[in-house]
Nanobody, 125 residues
Framework: QVQLVESGGGLVQAGGSLRLSCAAS????????MGWFRQAPGKEREFVAA????????YYGDSVKGRFTISRDNTKSTVYLQMNNLQPEDTAVYYC??????????????????WGQGTQVTVSS
């Protein structure tokens, strides 16, 4: 199995920034996609961003486009989510996920094979 561990969540004020990290145990796959989803209480899981591991192609959800940036560190097998200008509506549990069957990033939950435990992001007004 692929193990994913998120970190970097916390409490920030509106307009502030956070950087989430997701460390992956992937060793044998060279072509895959890692992404971020979020889920607020009582709401469906929402796509945030994704990146292809080899080429670095990115894809963002409309709600975060222009504010969030996804990136990767191949040497550390880690994906990052830089979140700027955070708003209360961004409050959610953020999950990282990996899609082992894709070369391009996608926004569908069913595309992703493994999920991390999530990290809480809370934005106060």
């Amino acid at each position: 199995q692929v193990q994913l561990v998120e970190s970097g969540g916390g409490l920030v004020q509106a307009g502030g920034s956070l950087r989430l990290s997701c460390a992956a145990s992937i060793r044998t796959f060279s072509s895959y996609v890692m992404g971020w989803f979020r889920q607020a209480p009582g709401k469906e899981r929402e796509f945030v961003a994704a990146i292809s591991w080899s080429g670095g192609r990115t894809y963002y959800g409309d709600s975060v486009k222009g504010r969030f940036t996804i990136s990767r560190d191949n040497t550390k097998s880690t994906v990052y989510l830089q979140m700027n200008n955070l708003q209360p509506e961004d409050t959610a549990v953020y999950y990282c996920a990996v899609d082992l069957a894709e070369d391009l990033p996608g926004d569908m939950e069913w595309e992703y094979d493994y999920w991390g435990q999530g990290t809480q992001v809370t934005v106060s007004s």
